[in-house]
Structure formats: C-alpha cells, structure tokens
C-alpha cells in the first residue's frame, strides 16, 4: 500500500519538509559514495546512533575519568546525526514518501520552526529511548523512523477523518483507494518489516538489526501523538 497524498488543504508552502526531504536524500547519496570507497562502515560507526558507545563513555566519565565527559557530548551528537542517515533503499524510500505524505499538513498547522523542532526534538528522543532499552547494543541505529514515526502519531490526532489517497499495486495494474489516516499507524509498523530491501554494505555487522531497540520507534508515534492530544487541549 503507497500512500501518494492526503484530501487536507495546505495554506503554507512547507519549506521545513521540502528542506528535511533533501537534506535525507543527500545524505543518501553521500553514504553511497562512501560505500563506493569502502569507508562507509567506519562513518556509521562514528556517526550512527550506537548505545553501548554512549553508555561506555557515561560510564568512564561518571566512574573513571571525568575528561571522558567531552567524548560523551561528542557522542550525544550520534543522536541528531543519525536521524539523516539510512540503511537501505527501502527505508530512505519508505521515510520519506510518509515524510511528503504527512509532513506537508502538520507544518501547516504548527509553522515552520515549530515543526523542524519537532521533528529533531522527537527524534532525539526516540533515540535516548532506544539507548535505554538496550544500553549495550553495539550495531549502529539509523534513520528518520523516530520522527516520522512521531509525525505520523500527530496527524492521526489532529486529523482523524483525513483521507489519504493510495494506491495498491498488483504486478502489472494500480489500483487507486481512499484510506483512513489511522490505517497508516498499522501499515507504518508492516512496512518496517521490507526495510532490509537494498540494504547498503555496512561492515561490520550492517545497521537496524530487529532487536527492541529497532522497534523503540513506537515511542516516537507515542511521543507525536501525545504532544498533539496536550495541544488540542490547551
């Protein structure tokens, strides 16, 4: 199921999402050249989102030596950083089709700066979640799944009648429908499942294995849905 737009009336051009849908893609882009070098591993090494680096230097600069405190800062970067990198062709697809598909009328209604920092606060917390979860993990985490996942729990809050226009297609013939907004919050979770299609070669052991760490996106859909339910009250 690809959804292609909502039937919701934008009012603002949505620079942030044009900008953020770039910025993913590049990036993309630049993470094949380095796979075309052989140095794409040591970059996500260095600049993924992986918990036992973070919690190893926590605990050096809390225990051990507390100049290690620097080398955490520089670690905590790995959590904005990691949110414009991707795994595979599937998942930079996948992100940034709901990116365009619901991105578009949540900045609408929330403007541009607020909407960028709640797409980077959101996945920022994804991210210290997943590192709680699993604080030993050594594979490196990637992806905008976090915020989208939170983009996603918003819209469905703010806009529970919408209607996204799909499409299903079946081998040789597309066939056009109307979906609820909320049958994406199920479908989200479903299509994670095909992120390891045209997986880049990320030595030594990939990124985004299915651990609990992976799936602690879900507190990102929470976190999106949460702050929209606490906005329409007050």
Same mark, same amino acid.
């Given at each position: 199921?690809?959804?292609?737009?909502?039937?919701?009336? &934008?009012?603002?051009?949505?620079?942030?999402?044009?900008?953020?849908?770039?910025?993913?893609?590049?990036?993309?882009?630049?993470?094949?050249?380095?796979?075309?070098?052989?140095?794409?591993?040591?970059?996500?090494?260095?600049?993924?989102?992986? !918990?036992?680096?973070?919690?190893?230097?926590?605990?050096?600069?809390?225990?051990?030596?507390?100049?290690?405190?620097?080398?955490?800062?520089?670690?905590?970067?790995?959590?904005?950083?990691?949110?414009?990198?991707?795994?595979?062709?599937?998942?930079?697809?996948?992100?940034?089709?709901?990116?365009?598909?619901?991105?578009?009328?949540?900045?609408?209604?929330?403007?541009?700066?607020?909407?960028?920092?709640?797409?980077?606060?959101?996945?920022?917390?994804?991210?210290?979640?997943?590192?709680?979860?699993?604080?030993?993990? &050594?594979?490196?985490?990637?992806?905008?799944?976090?915020?989208?996942?939170?983009?996603?729990?918003?819209?469905?809050?703010?806009?529970?009648?919408?209607?996204?226009?799909?499409?299903?297609?079946?081998?040789?013939?597309?066939? !056009?429908?109307?979906?609820?907004?909320?049958?994406?919050?199920?479908?989200?979770?479903?299509?994670?499942?095909?992120?390891?299609?045209?997986?880049?070669?990320? !030595?030594?052991?990939?990124?985004?294995?299915?651990?609990?760490?992976?799936?602690?996106?879900?507190?990102?859909?929470?976190?999106?849905?949460?702050?929209?339910?606490?906005?329409?009250?007050?």
């Amino acid at each position: 199921m690809i959804p292609i737009s909502d039937n919701l009336r &934008t009012y603002k051009q949505p620079f942030v999402n044009y900008w953020l849908i770039g910025i993913n893609i590049l990036m993309f882009f630049w993470e094949i050249k380095l796979e075309i070098g052989g140095e794409l591993g040591a970059f996500i090494q260095n600049c993924g989102l992986v !918990p036992g680096q973070i919690t190893t230097a926590l605990n050096n600069a809390i225990f051990v030596n507390p100049a290690a405190w620097v080398v955490v800062v520089g670690s905590l970067f790995s959590l904005i950083f990691a949110i414009f990198l991707h795994g595979s062709f599937s998942q930079i697809l996948g992100n940034m089709l709901f990116l365009w598909v619901f991105g578009k009328s949540l900045e609408n209604i929330l403007g541009h700066g607020r909407y960028l920092a709640f797409y980077l606060i959101t996945g920022i917390l994804t991210g210290l979640a997943q590192i709680l979860v699993e604080p030993s993990l &050594t594979v490196p985490l990637i992806g905008a799944n976090g915020a989208i996942a939170a983009i996603l729990g918003a819209y469905v809050i703010r806009f529970p009648k919408a209607k996204i226009d799909s499409v299903l297609p079946l081998i040789f013939v597309y066939i !056009p429908m109307q979906l609820p907004a909320y049958f994406y919050l199920f479908w989200w979770f479903i299509q994670q499942l095909f992120y390891g299609i045209g997986s880049l070669n990320i !030595p030594p052991s990939g990124v985004n294995q299915p651990t609990l760490a992976y799936w602690m996106q879900l507190a990102g859909m929470i976190l999106g849905a949460a702050y929209m339910r606490l906005r329409k009250l007050y």
